[in-house]
Nanobody, 124 residues
Framework: QVQLVESGGGLVQAGGSLRLSCAAS????????MGWFRQAPGKEREFVAT????????NYADSVKGRFTISRDNAKNSVYLQMNSLKPEDTAVYYC?????????????????WGQGTQVTVSS
């Protein structure tokens, strides 16, 4: 199995940027498709972005397309989420997730392992 630890969250003004990181340990990192999801208070957890095992394929929620970029470094066992032009509606706890031998799908249920989450707050 794999353990995931997110970092990089914080408080930022609207229009600002943050870069989230997720460090993985345990089983071979390149065996996992990786995803970022988020959950705002009172709402269900939702898909943000995914990246394939090789890093060659990515997918984004419409709400973040053009503003967020997911990437991974298999040599460093890490996945990243660069978030630009942040909006107050991006405020949520952001979770990193891993899907063993997965195909970078967008559904929460497909992911086997989750980090503890990191809070992102965007002020207006």
């Amino acid at each position: 199995q794999v353990q995931l630890v997110e970092s990089g969250g914080g408080l930022v003004q609207a229009g600002g940027s943050l870069r989230l990181s997720c460090a993985a340990s345990g089983r071979t990192f390149r065996d996992y498709a990786m995803g970022w999801f988020r959950q705002a208070p009172g709402k269900e957890r939702e898909f943000v972005a995914t990246i394939s095992r090789s890093g060659g394929s990515t997918n984004y929620a419409d709400s973040v397309k053009g503003r967020f970029t997911i990437s991974r470094d298999n040599a460093k066992n890490s996945v990243y989420l660069q978030m630009n032009s942040l909006k107050p509606e991006d405020t949520a706890v952001y979770y990193c997730a891993a899907d063993l031998f997965g195909w970078a799908v967008t559904t929460v249920q497909a992911y086997d392992y989750w980090g503890q989450g990191t809070q992102v707050t965007v002020s207006s």
